[in-house]
């Protein structure tokens, strides 16, 4: 390998790190028997009636270039949908369609925190979000939650030690992946002072608001405690509720007032979204919500089915997720969880995603997706109690 040429890039890449995720996928990738529970996807497919429409367009030539934005019906169908579910009204024009979940969230981050400057994030945290901070030359700064054994906490005093003067914004997943942690109303209403005092941005990411278990139809939002003016923008995907995991489609959610550049944002990188997968995403927000409805159902069984089968192991320690459709457990005795994971590929056929690939307070932690067949959930966790007897 000519190491010249990777001297040559920018450092800012070099330094990207390599996802423990995908190398634990790598590794198990295609082993018989293997039960995949290392990804944050269930085992759905995407649901025919959002095939339809996508097939409907295709065949009307609607293969041409788009609207930056998002087609007009697609954003319009995006305020229709937060209208039922935070019951107040939303305009189309806070709507931006994105290249999937993970474009979103690259362009919140690129807004709002490039060179020099300060993004703080609340861990354990899918590392995606400390990686697209890096890449774009701002410094992730990890502020731990606390684990007492039965659950996840936000230290609101460690989190004001982080902000600095070089503090743009303050990154929110709630639910969260991987801990399940869900925010409070309280608790978001804390951290919009904290980011009002210190004059920053707000990047909410409430993927997973559906996947909540305490009989709550959507889990608390900034968009409860926010004024109009507040420095907030929402990243989403279509992945979780909708099985749309390949798509690669998502949204933000930002004041209109930012509209034009979030829109010259998406043109410098991928100049829109398809039209007829657009069309596709309109079919899930008008006429998927019994979809959605089954997927969260799942999740809530899933959950039952591990969380319940394991609690019983005295080398097992972890919350119950209040939210997403993961556990994240911690094993007695275990340090490099990077290795333990391709062990438990081998040894027992199960394929997770290790903790330490979540960032500081996770070292120890292993994560699974539990959003699969009850039959699955059950074999694997058989599995995952024998393999802890041996």
């Avoid at 369609?97 to 400057?117: D, E, K, Y």
Wanted: glycine share 10%; charged share 25%; aromatic share 12%.
């Amino acid at each position: 390998m000519n190491q010249s040429l990777v001297t040559a890039l920018r450092r800012e890449a070099r330094d990207a790190p390599d996802s423990g995720i995908v190398e634990v996928f790598n590794y198990g990738r295609g082993r018989p028997g293997l039960i995949p529970l290392w990804a944050g996807e269930g085992d759905l497919s995407t649901p025919e009636f959002i095939h339809a429409a996508t097939a409907k367009s295709l065949a009307a030539g609607e293969t041409f270039y788009t609207y930056q934005r998002g087609i007009p019906e697609l954003r319009a169908a995006l305020a229709r949908y937060h209208e039922r579910h935070f019951g107040r009204p939303f305009s189309p024009e806070r709507f931006f369609v994105t290249g999937g979940g993970m474009q979103a969230i690259q362009i919140a981050i690129t807004a709002t925190a490039g060179t020099g400057a300060e993004m703080v994030l609340l861990t354990p945290a899918w590392p995606n979000f400390a990686g697209a901070a890096g890449i774009g030359g701002a410094r992730p700064i990890e502020v731990p939650l606390d684990f007492d054994g039965t659950s996840w906490t936000i230290d609101f005093d460690r989190l004001r030690a982080a902000i600095t003067p070089a503090t743009r914004a303050i990154f929110v997943n709630s639910p969260s992946n991987p801990t399940g942690w869900t925010a409070t109303e309280e608790d978001l209403r804390s951290i919009l002072d904290i980011a009002r005092k210190a004059g920053c941005w707000i990047i909410a990411d409430e993927v997973y608001s559906r996947f909540v278990f305490d009989g709550a139809e959507r889990a608390p939002s900034f968009y409860d405690v926010m004024e109009e003016d507040d420095r907030i923008i929402f990243v989403n995907t279509f992945s979780k509720n909708w099985a749309m995991t390949g798509w690669r489609i998502g949204w933000i959610s930002a004041p209109a007032t930012i509209g034009g550049i979030i829109e010259n944002l998406i043109q410098y990188s991928t100049s829109g979204v398809a039209t007829f997968m657009q069309r596709g995403a309109v079919a899930a927000l008008d006429d998927g919500e019994a979809f959605a409805r089954e997927q969260i159902e799942r999740a809530r069984l899933g959950r039952e089915i591990v969380c319940g089968g394991l609690e019983g192991s005295n080398r097992i320690n972890f919350a119950w997720p209040d939210g997403a459709f993961y556990l994240f457990f911690r094993i007695e005795g275990v340090g490099d969880t990077a290795k333990l994971a391709l062990k438990l590929v081998d040894e027992a056929n199960i394929g997770m995603a290790p903790g330490s690939a979540f960032g500081k307070g996770a070292e120890q932690f292993m994560r699974l997706c539990f959003l699969r067949k009850a039959n699955d959930l059950k074999e694997a966790t058989r599995r995952l109690s024998a393999w802890l007897e041996r």
